[in-house]
């Protein structure tokens, strides 16, 4: 098995970090107001919302109490391919809509804010991208589902942080050299455990980055029976200290399943509301974005899916206005990639 490792030279786009964006408060009265006149809405429109695990607290009940989603991008788009509604209003971010949009381009697609976006996917434009795979035509491109549509129809491979060990396993035991894009950390720990030569893009997350490690250490020592639950887009100084490694799914599913009290959770804070739901007797500790070196550009919450409210949630259904679009040419392209993950999973599945 091949085990060689390189970080291309590229230079990825600047990407610039809003601050988190903070919405009036409502009041009781005012959010259950705001709430059922989305409801209406959804119901007048033949409509759905689907929520990532990222987003308020306010929208994952609301997705849930309408008969909606609250997942992973993956889960939040095949949902809409399996739910009868005309409509998709996707709260996240704008590769959630965009991957909703490919899987069922027949539908309409609404998001909150269009300018929702992320840094995985502002830092991997699609010409660079396109270039960079030219360069290394004997690579198999797999790219992460944080990417454009332009990006995954140019890929072999959409993989979600679900399923990235499995398929690039696949790809291990057959030989083929991986061209990864576009979260360097999450390739390494990927490349890691499968010794697959990989040549990665250099992206990172901007809420993942910031954990800092000695600052971890230092909260572990003072929560020494504390499980560390760690997203693998989080620095490897992170990772090597995790009692598990996995995607927001697999995070909450930990929460539920271990029999530890408390657990330091290195992710998007915005998980802890389903964590809390699940399991209302555990302690949950924020992992720390402070230390040497530390910015705080996030604080462990995305600006981008702190774009999404109740409000703008109700202005779009409304107005109809901030449409996901994707021309059937290029959506049956970049659905390609995508079926073959889907494909992948069924299979694993099934055993």
């Not at 693998?232 to 598990?244: F, H, I, L, M």
């Amino acid at each position: 098995m091949a085990t060689g490792t390189q970080e291309s030279s590229i230079i990825i786009p600047h990407v610039h970090v809003p601050d988190n964006p903070v919405w009036p408060s409502l009041s009781a009265d005012e959010e259950k107001k705001l709430k059922e006149k989305i409801k209406k809405l959804l119901k007048e429109q033949n409509g759905v919302l689907v929520a990532h695990y990222y987003t308020s607290g306010a929208l994952q009940d609301l997705a849930e109490e309408t008969g909606g989603c609250v997942a992973d991008s993956l889960e939040m788009a095949r949902f809409g391919t399996e739910h009868p509604a005309d409509t998709l209003v996707v709260a996240g971010v704008r590769f959630m809509g965009e991957t909703s949009k490919i899987l069922n381009n027949e539908k309409r697609v609404l998001m909150p804010d269009l300018k929702a976006t992320c840094s995985l996917d502002v830092g991997c434009p699609i010409d660079t991208f396109s270039e960079f795979c030219d360069h290394h035509p004997d690579h198999t491109v797999v790219v992460y589902a944080n990417t454009s549509a332009e990006v995954k129809a140019r890929s072999d491979w959409v993989v979600t942080s679900g399923i990235a060990l499995p398929i690039i396993r696949h790809l291990a035991d057959r030989g083929e050299k991986v061209l990864w894009a576009p979260d360097k950390h999450l390739g390494r720990y990927v490349q890691q455990l499968t010794g697959v030569e990989m040549l990665f893009w250099p992206g990172s997350c901007v809420v993942h980055e910031e954990f800092r490690s000695t600052a971890l250490e230092r909260l572990r020592r003072l929560h020494p029976e504390a499980a560390v639950l760690v997203h693998p887009e989080s620095p490897e100084s992170v990772v090597s200290q995790a009692d598990v490694v996995g995607s927001t799914t697999a995070l909450i599913e930990a929460v539920k399943n271990l029999q530890n009290e408390e657990f330091i959770v290195a992710t998007d804070a915005g998980i802890f509301n389903k964590m809390r739901k699940v399991a209302p007797q555990k302690t949950l500790l924020e992992a720390p974005t402070v230390g040497e070196g530390a910015t705080c550009q996030s604080c462990a919450h995305c600006p981008w899916m702190g774009m999404n409210s109740l409000q703008n949630l109700a202005e779009v259904l409304e107005k109809g206005t901030n449409e996901i679009m994707v021309s059937p040419e290029l959506a049956a392209k970049a659905q390609i990639p995508i079926n073959r993950m889907l494909e992948f999973a069924r299979r694993m599945k099934k055993g």
